[in-house]
């Protein structure tokens, strides 16, 4: 069993930057692919961010490239999400969310999820 918990969640300024962490246990393996979705209110939940967790390959919804960066810590188990030139429509719940079988930008294959942590981005 993995189990997630997200934090780093705040309310910021349009164009601040803010730093979401995710910390995992339990064992993560090679093949699995760690990622960050989101979930504004009355929308659906969207993929943002993702990394393989072996070779630390990285993936970004287009909305977001360029913008923000995704890291993991092998030796902490931990999944960063660094956000810079926050915008309001970035406000969102986001989740950390982990998926053994691969490369997926879809919420269904992930068998793992934290409890989503609070972004507000004011203009």
């Known amino acids: 069993q993995v189990q997630l918990v997200e934090s780093g969640g705040r309310s910021v300024q349009a164009g601040d930057s803010l730093r979401l962490s995710c910390a995992a246990s339990g064992r993560i393996f090679s093949s699995s692919f760690m990622g960050w979705f989101r979930q504004a209110p009355g929308k659906e939940r969207e993929f943002v961010a993702g990394i393989r967790w072996g070779n630390g390959l990285t993936y970004y919804h287009d909305s977001v490239k360029g913008r923000f960066t995704i890291s993991r810590d092998k030796a902490e188990n931990t999944v960063d999400l660094e956000m810079n030139s926050l915008k309001p429509e970035d406000t969102a719940i986001y989740y950390c969310?982990?998926?053994?079988?691969?490369?997926?930008?879809?919420?269904?294959?992930?068998?793992?999820w934290g409890q989503g942590t609070q972004v507000t981005v004011s203009s």
């Open positions: 969310a982990l998926n053994r079988n691969g490369l997926a930008t879809t919420a269904t294959p992930y068998g793992y």
